[in-house]
């Protein structure tokens, strides 16, 4: 009887040794795994950042002179548009800006033939700037097309400023006063001015 259940406590812990072997390689076997895996992740992350594009992108119409695409905010125009912004006067708070016409917008829009710009359709942007948060957008024009921006508050004007010459030293800009729910046609040419349609 003694030996019996000596003989069943052994098997026992024979098979607990057998197991832990087990969960030991089991748990080497995972870890190397994911060492691997996380190696693999890293190299590969590191080798798809980005580098500095220094293409060149268009002219600055106080000089004539190209821009290079730095990898900043202009990287996601393509090089032959214009890389434009909107983005609050001094001293201003808030703006509920809508924008139609654009190559880069996820919503799709259109704006009527106003002045001595053509009906369009293109891209379309909303955005909320904030003073101390999200203070400028950046879209991106094809040369020579129109678009427009409009305000979407309910009742407080907006008070902006537009380029199309984003990142250059003296860029062409016009500063747009928008009474809630109005709208103000501009057109780019192929220097990436603005000009009002009219």
């Known amino acids: ?20 072997k087990n969960l030991k390689q089991y748990i080497m076997k995972t870890s190397f795994i994911l060492y691997i895996l996380c190696f693999s992740l890293i190299a590969c992350w590191t080798s798809c950042e980005k580098a500095i594009d220094t293409n060149i992108s268009h002219k600055s119409s106080s000089q004539s002179q190209l821009l290079p695409r730095d990898g900043g905010e202009c990287d996601n125009c393509p090089i032959d548009d214009c890389c434009c912004a909107v983005w609050l006067q001094p001293s201003e708070q808030e703006a509920r800006i809508r924008l139609c016409g654009s190559s880069d917008g996820l919503l799709s829009c259109s704006g009527n033939a106003t002045g001595n710009c053509s009906a369009f359709s293109g891209g379309g942007h909303s955005w909320i700037l904030q003073d101390g948060g999200f203070e400028k957008a950046i879209f991106c024009m094809d040369q020579g097309d129109p678009f427009y921006v409009s305000n979407f508050a309910s009742s407080d004007p907006a008070n902006i400023i537009v380029s199309c010459q984003n990142g250059a030293t003296n860029p062409d800009t016009m500063w747009i006063q928008l009474g809630a729910g109005t709208s103000r046609y501009i057109q780019t040419n192929g220097s990436c001015e ?5």
């Open 1 to 20: 009887m003694v030996k019996t259940k000596y003989l069943a406590q052994t098997k026992a812990s024979l098979r607990s040794a057998r197991s832990i």
């Open 194 to 198: 603005i000009l009002p349609c009219q």
